[in-house]
Nanobody, 124 residues
Framework: QVQLVESGGGLVQAGESLRLSCAAS????????MGWFRQAPGKEREFVAG????????VYADSVKGRFTISRDNAKNMVYLEMTSLKPEDTAVYYC?????????????????WGQGTQVTVSS
């Protein structure tokens, strides 16, 4: 059974940084593009960042470009999201997931059930 467990969220002030982690278990994810997504209160879930299986290609939502960095450690089945210069509008529950392609990550055509996510709250 595939399991995705996100962690690292918290309450920070605007301008501060956080590093989110995603532990994937139940299968080997090293051959799959991975992504981070978020859902703010009252809004639909949206794409945040995506990473090719080898880690050489990344894509970002315009709203986070230049502030967030996605990375992966395939040996550990881990995916990370480094978030800097956080803004109140980044407040959301953050999720990770895999997809058959990087375009699929961007389109949120994910392969597995969503995990519990990790809450990020940015105060002004």
């Amino acid at each position: 059974q595939v399991q995705l467990v996100e962690s690292g969220g918290g309450l920070v002030q605007a301008g501060e940084s956080l590093r989110l982690s995603c532990a994937a278990s139940g299968r080997t994810f090293r051959n799959y593009p991975m992504g981070w997504f978020r859902q703010a209160p009252g809004k639909e879930r949206e794409f945040v960042a995506g990473l090719s299986w080898g880690g050489g290609v990344t894509v970002y939502a315009d709203s986070v470009k230049g502030r967030f960095t996605i990375s992966r450690d395939n040996a550990k089945n881990m995916v990370y999201l480094e978030m800097t210069s956080l803004k109140p509008e980044d407040t959301a529950v953050y999720y990770c997931n895999a997809a058959p392609s990087l375009s699929g990550v961007q389109a949120m055509l994910v392969s597995y059930s969503w995990g519990q996510g990790t809450q990020v709250t940015v105060s002004s």
